[in-house]
């Protein structure tokens, strides 16, 4: 129980700044003229997808947060940089209308979620590497249908 306030700060911070920054980024008619491949899902699917991962993020920054010292620092710094990654793609892709810099981005993200999980692991914080397996699935299906998008329309 004396956790909790950090862990509500977490969530607080990951689902409330991942929903600003979607809300102000929401695909427009520029995306809707994009040629897209055959595997792009409904737009109605990302919503609720975000949602449970960015819990589940929350949760392994949160369970990062409580390691002991010699986790924490690198634990922590890969899961700060692919927060920050994250937030930046759709204002990339979806504000600014640059799908090869989202690229970038999202390829980047990959290797940071990457690298949480191999520390995670590596510090015995088997917990925190297995929330972030989702994430870096549907990152990965995220980089995938980025690439398409980029070649189709790039």
Do not use: C
């Not at 977490?10 to 491949?37: E, H, Q, S």
């Not at 699917?45 to 409580?66: C, K, N």
């Not at 090869?100 to 692991?121: N, P, S, T």
């Amino acid at each position: 129980m004396r956790n909790l306030p950090s862990l509500v700060v977490f969530l607080l911070v990951v689902l409330g700044v991942g929903t600003l920054i979607a809300r102000a980024n929401m695909p427009d008619a520029w995306y809707a003229g994009l040629a897209k491949p055959s595997f792009n899902p409904s737009n109605s699917v990302f919503a609720p997808v975000w949602s449970v991962l960015y819990v589940m993020v929350a949760l392994a920054g949160w369970r990062a947060w409580h390691a002991p010292a010699a986790a924490r620092r690198p634990l922590m710094a890969a899961w700060i940089v692919q927060l920050v990654l994250n937030f930046l793609w759709s204002p990339l892709f979806f504000g600014a209308h640059r799908i090869g810099l989202a690229l970038i981005d999202v390829g980047l993200m990959l290797a940071a979620i990457a690298a949480f999980i191999v520390l995670a692991l590596r510090h015995r914080e088997r917990a925190a590497a297995l929330l972030m397996l989702p994430y870096a699935a549907w990152v990965s299906f995220a980089t995938v249908l980025n690439a398409a998008l980029f070649r189709l329309n790039g």
